[in-house]
């Protein structure tokens, strides 16, 4: 699709515009599923049983996993 009116460093930067919207629209995607994932296991590790161990790493390990994908899409870029 051609946009003509509009010069090409324009559309370039509309382009990256949409891309950058897009990252953060995923990013706060993310956070909100690992914070709904994390009331999950706060629940079930809650409660009295032989697997709250089990469950109490499964949350260690999904907030170790959270803060090491974030760290992997803010990191900068390395060349």
Same mark, same amino acid.
């Given at each position: 699709? #051609? =946009?003509?009116? *509009? #010069? =090409?460093?324009?559309? /370039? &930067?509309? &382009?990256? &515009? *949409? /891309? +950058? +919207?897009m990252t953060a629209a995923l990013i706060v995607f993310v956070f909100v599923r690992l914070t709904i994932i994390e009331k999950h296991n706060e629940k079930i590790t809650s409660m009295s049983g032989a697997n709250a161990a089990a469950m109490h790493t499964v949350n260690v390990m999904t907030r170790a996993n959270a803060n090491l994908t974030m760290e992997l899409l803010l990191a900068p870029e390395q060349d």
């Amino acid at each position: 699709m #051609k =946009i003509p009116y *509009l #010069k =090409i460093s324009s559309q /370039v &930067g509309a &382009g990256f &515009g *949409l /891309v +950058l +919207l897009m990252t953060a629209a995923l990013i706060v995607f993310v956070f909100v599923r690992l914070t709904i994932i994390e009331k999950h296991n706060e629940k079930i590790t809650s409660m009295s049983g032989a697997n709250a161990a089990a469950m109490h790493t499964v949350n260690v390990m999904t907030r170790a996993n959270a803060n090491l994908t974030m760290e992997l899409l803010l990191a900068p870029e390395q060349d």
